[in-house]
């Protein structure tokens, strides 16, 4: 099976060549492929946001390839690096990144604002919603939900195009144990459906419910 992500060598340096320069990532190699789900630990400044944000599209690497379905996004430019994110990938962040001044419905149906699905997007968010417990809460201001609501309603946003990986920072980071149990069940809910999940935490507990676990240390993987 064609991996769905795939690193190649990759390194991402900020100021290179410079007495401040940070390697980031060193020479970083590993495939995923679908429906896999994969967690990434390590201790604080490791690299891994640094290497969600690559395999997320989200930036490019210095030296190496990133692949997404074959595709390497090291050599594309903005409007198409958009476009692999609209329709390939989900995102669910640690701080929810919910739009305050819209209800939950709303901020589910934002990612289809500039697209052709905005027309059929109220239902099929309300149907998102509905599933993963929140179908009373469709009005609610991101200020009138739990941290846990919130977080799936992030969840249900990340769905709204039908992505084929959902990627996650930390989603967990700012829950309890028990609301915590219940996001990671969605998650697990979701892999099984056929999504692949790509996850950051900090915690080896969660990282156990996935199915490999990649360690990382100083910008490099340890063992995969």
Not at 32 to 57: E, H, M, Q, R, Y
Not at 148 to 167: C, S, T
Request: aromatic share 6%.
């Amino acid at each position: 099976m064609k991996p769905v992500i795939e690193c190649r060598n990759v390194w991402k340096i900020y100021n290179e060549n410079r007495p401040n320069e940070v390697r980031a990532l060193q020479d970083v190699s590993f495939e995923i492929k679908k429906n896999d789900f994969v967690a990434i630990i390590g201790p604080s400044g490791c690299g891994k946001s640094t290497l969600l944000n690559l395999i997320g599209a989200l930036d490019k690497p210095t030296k190496g390839s990133v692949f997404i379905d074959g595709q390497d996004i090291a050599v594309l430019g903005k409007n198409r690096l958009a476009d692999i994110r609209k329709r390939k990938i989900g995102f669910v962040f640690q701080s929810f990144n919910l739009i305050p001044v819209f209800t939950a419905l709303e901020n589910v149906e934002l990612p289809t604002m500039f697209g052709k699905e905005w027309r059929n997007a109220g239902k099929k968010a309300r149907a998102l919603l509905a599933e993963i417990g929140l179908g009373g809460r469709t009005e609610h201001m991101p200020n009138e939900l739990s941290i846990g609501q919130a977080q799936r309603v992030a969840i249900a946003r990340a769905l709204i195009n039908n992505p084929e990986i959902i990627i996650a920072d930390e989603p967990t980071g700012n829950l309890d144990t028990e609301t915590s149990r219940e996001i990671i069940g969605i998650f697990s809910k979701l892999n099984k459906q056929g999504k692949t999940i790509v996850m950051v935490t900090h915690d080896p507990n969660i990282a156990m419910v996935g199915y490999r676990i990649i360690h990382m240390k100083d910008g490099r993987i340890l063992h995969f």
